[in-house]
């Protein structure tokens, strides 16, 4: 009896001893793995490192657009300070030419030259306009590219609530510069169509203002309402 009390307590050691071990029937189940924290900062970073980029990116955005204003502001001005000395010469000369003078008076020559000067110098300004333009152009492409980045980087998993805000906050910025820059397209355009404008009636007007210095006189030259590449440097004293 005794014997048969001990196989019986072995054999339940054993069972106990057997369910300690792993995979056994007493065993606990296993946890399951734990997620790994790398992978949400990863993200969270990688979110974080597109935005700043973005931001560094509408930043030369703004300044560029700045930039660019404030050649059309300088341009425009110069433009306009060429006019006035332009208008102020070939008034002078006509006033002259109404009086009558010497053919080929030295003085009206001197300013003829002068006032040529400056048409020459305001359609430099107007190619500057031009290639401003272009540059404008350029940079409408480019904000328009970085806006498109910025609404993908909302679809970028591992973000924050922060990280959106962000993104939304740069979004507008983006939004507002594309906007400046369709008023600075227009501005250039309606400025280059005024000083073309200008430039091709004043070419013609100091052709007839060239033959009348050369006769000391107001008249209008053969062909005087054709507009031609310009009229000669320097006008010629009738022999």
């Excluded at 399951?32 to 509408?58: E, F, K, W, Y």
């Excluded at 110069?78 to 010497?102: F, W």
Aim: some cysteine; charged content about 15%.
């Amino acid at each position: 009896m005794a014997l048969r009390v001990q196989r019986s307590a072995l054999l339940l050691a054993a069972i106990v001893l057997s369910g300690c071990n792993e995979g056994g029937p007493f065993a606990p189940s296993a946890s399951p793995p734990s997620s790994n924290p790398a992978i949400s900062q990863t993200g969270t970073q990688t979110v974080r490192q597109r935005i700043q980029q973005l931001r560094s990116d509408q930043a030369a955005l703004a300044n560029g657009i700045s930039q660019q204003q404030a050649q059309l502001n300088a341009t425009r001005s110069r433009i306009s300070s060429d006019q006035a000395a332009y208008s102020g010469l070939t008034n002078g000369i006509t006033s002259r030419l109404q009086t009558g003078t010497t053919p080929g008076n030295p003085d009206l020559v001197n300013q003829w030259n002068a006032a040529q000067a400056k048409l020459d110098a305001m359609t430099l300004s107007v190619g500057q306009l031009n290639s401003l333009a272009s540059q404008v152009t350029t940079q409408a492409s480019v904000a328009g590219y970085l806006l498109e980045n910025v609404r993908a980087t909302f679809a970028v998993g591992g973000a924050v609530d922060e990280d959106h805000r962000n993104l939304r906050a740069i979004e507008g910025e983006t939004t507002r510069s594309m906007q400046q820059i369709d008023r600075l397209i227009a501005d250039l355009n309606a400025q280059i169509g005024t000083d073309n404008g200008f430039l091709v009636r004043e070419r013609t007007n100091l052709a007839a203002l060239s033959y009348g210095v050369n006769l000391g006189r107001l008249g209008n030259p053969p062909g005087a309402t054709r507009v031609t590449g310009g009229p000669t440097r320097r006008p010629v004293p009738l022999q």
